[in-house]
C-alpha cells in the first residue's frame, strides 16, 4: 500500500467513511446531552446506554468479521504486499488489490476506508454508552481492551502507509539475501586481506566477522540495532590503529581495511533496516488480533453479566 492508495483509503468517496461517523457521534454526544435519564444520572443502564451500547457491540462485531472473511479475499493486503514492494529486478511488482470484491460487493478498499473510521468512532460511542462510569470490574475490561485494540489498529494504519516506501528506498531492487551475500564477501575479502598483518587486526577482523548479527532477538529486530556493533568497533578501531601499523605495505592494507568494513557497516545498516521494517509490519498484527479476541470474550462477560447479574 503506497503512500496515494493510503490517501485513497482515508479519502474514499470524498471522505463518505468519515462523515456518516462524525454524523454518528454529533448523534450520540447531542443525544448524551440533552436527553434527561430517569434518576438523573447517565450510565450503561439507561435507555440511552442500552442504545448506544447495542449499536457499538454491532460495530464491534461488524469490524471482527471483517478481520475474519478480508483474507478471502483476493488479493487482500497483508505481509506479502511489503514484500512485492521490494522485489528483485526481474520481478513484477504488482500493486494490492485493493479494488477485490468483498462483502455485498464493496471493494477492499471501501471495507478498510469503514473500519478505519467506525473503529475510531467507538472511542466516543462506548465513552457516552458507559456515562464516564469505570472501576475495577469486566466492563471496564472490555472498555479497556477496546481502547487497545483500537490504538493497536492505527499503529498498523500507519505502518502499513508508510513501511513499504521505506523498504522500497531503503532497499531498491535488492533483496535481504543479496545484502546477506555482498556482507559475507566483504568479511572473506577483509580476511584475506588482513593475513599480512598482525594478529591484533586479524583478531579484530574475525571479531568483526563472527559477532556482528542480523536480526537477533525480538528487541534486536524492533530496535534496528545491535548493542556494541562488532562492525562499528572494527572500524573505530581500524582508525585508530592505522598510527600503530605505518610501516612498508601496512598502511596500504590498513585503508583497504578501513574501506571495506565501511562498506560493510553501510551494508549491515542496511540490512537491519530491512528486518526492523518487516518485524514491525508483522509485530502489530501478533498484537491486534489476540487483543480482538481479547476484547471478544470480555465483551461476551460483560453482555452476559449485565442481562444474568444485573
Sequence with gaps: MNKMQGATLLKYKNFRYLKATSAL???????YALINPAGGESYGGTWLGYTLGTLSTLIMLLLMWYGVTKRRITGAPDRRDARRQSAPAGQERRKPHTKSRGMNGATLQEWLSAHVYLGASLVVLVTLHTGFHFGLNVHTLAYALMLLVITSGLYGLSVYLNYPRLITLNMGEETLEDLMLKINELDELARTRALGLPDEINSLIAKVRNETRIGG????????????CPTSFGVEQLRILSEKYNRGEQPKIMRDLYSLLLRKEKLVLRARTEVMLKARMECWLYLHAPLGIALLAALTAHIVSIFFYW
Design 217 to 228: 532477538t525480538l528487541l534486536q529486530q524492533l530496535s534496528g540495532k545491535q548493542y556494541n
Design 25 to 31: 457521534i454529533l448523534v450520540a454526544i447531542t443525544a
